[in-house]
């Protein structure tokens, strides 16, 4: 049996594919998974890589929600960092009062970008993540400033809608605790963190303690998947991301590389090693294959959710992936 399901899109942007193209197929992806009973569906934060597109999740929340009806919708996540407070508590409270109800907030305290790009969004350190947190809850709660604090009286408006859920993202367990404590949700990027999530989650359940937004704790384990009708089918797709992760490691963040120029591709034996690496950490094959896998990934860590990102070359081979995955 499998936990519910959802969707973490990146805007993957294939070769010969226009980037303003792979963003408005973002909606064909959150109408599906609405129809076929997805639980949320949540955009990710990244800067100056032509092969995503998801620069913008606020926007794209707010485009995503106005195109469907029920399902949450939220970012997975908005990295931190990158953003005053005050900003994002803002566009948060707007997206609530448009979407009751509808709306997820995410936080990370990765850059989701290359140094220049860091620099170029005036980012703020990662290592300042907790601080800047404590400062958005404030904007939500005033009464969070010292009476002297030069922010005590700034209002992030509209004022009248809470912030929507909040949920810490973590590749390596280090904020696991902290969203425990704050009674927080708490989601782990198993799609490419090779660190195990259940000590993770453990830690965040054992330091858990209840809040208004979450009476019990409540964890989503991320995991890429590539699902077809075939265990070939399935690797044939899956060619496209063991190219990209290869060339991303190497600072290369060009478009996906189509299923036929992947798998014509020479690796070295020292690059094939090293795409093993990601292949053990993404889910390929077909619906019994894939079910089985999720099913064990997510009884090893207890995670309550499952959250999907599938990035191939084809757009309707990637709808597709979620439809299969849906029988599983």
Request: glycine share 6%; charged share 20%; proline share 9%.
């Amino acid at each position: 049996m499998l936990p519910p399901l959802s969707v973490l899109d990146l805007a993957p942007v294939p070769g010969g594919t226009p980037p303003s193209v792979a963003v408005r197929r973002s909606v064909d992806l959150a109408r599906l998974a609405e129809r076929l009973g997805y639980v949320r569906y949540w955009f990710a934060e990244h800067h100056g890589m032509p092969s995503v597109a998801s620069s913008a999740p606020e926007i794209l929340i707010a485009h995503a929600a106005a195109a469907t009806q029920r399902i949450r919708v939220g970012s997975g996540g908005i990295m931190l960092p990158n953003h005053a407070p005050l900003r994002v508590a803002e566009a948060f409270r707007t997206l609530a009062a448009l979407h009751p109800g509808r709306i997820d907030l995410g936080l990370g305290r990765a850059p989701g970008a290359d140094p220049n790009a860091s620099r170029a969004l005036r980012a703020f350190d990662g290592e300042d993540f907790p601080h800047l947190v404590a400062e958005l809850l404030a904007f939500a709660a005033p009464e969070r400033f010292a009476d002297d604090h030069p922010f005590r009286n700034v209002r992030a408006m509209p004022d009248d809608v809470p912030l929507p859920p909040i949920w810490i993202l973590g590749s390596s367990g280090a904020s696991a605790a902290y969203a425990g404590k704050a009674g927080m949700g708490y989601s782990y990027a198993s799609h490419f963190s090779p660190s195990p999530a259940a000590p993770a989650f453990r830690a965040y359940r054992e330091h858990f303690t209840p809040s208004a937004q979450f009476a019990k704790p409540h964890t989503i384990l991320g995991a890429a998947v590539v699902c077809a009708e075939t265990t070939a089918r399935a690797r044939e797709l899956a060619a496209t991301m063991q190219l990209a992760w290869l060339r991303i490691r190497r600072g290369q963040f060009e478009p996906l590389p189509s299923p036929q120029e992947a798998l014509a591709y020479p690796y070295t034996p020292a690059e094939r090693e090293a795409v093993r690496g990601y292949e053990a950490l993404t889910v390929v094959g077909n619906v019994q294959e894939v079910r089985a896998r999720l099913a064990a990934m997510a009884a090893d860590c207890g995670a309550d959710e499952l959250m999907i990102v599938t990035n191939v070359y084809d757009h309707a081979a990637r709808l597709r992936s979620y439809e299969l995955l849906v029988q599983a």
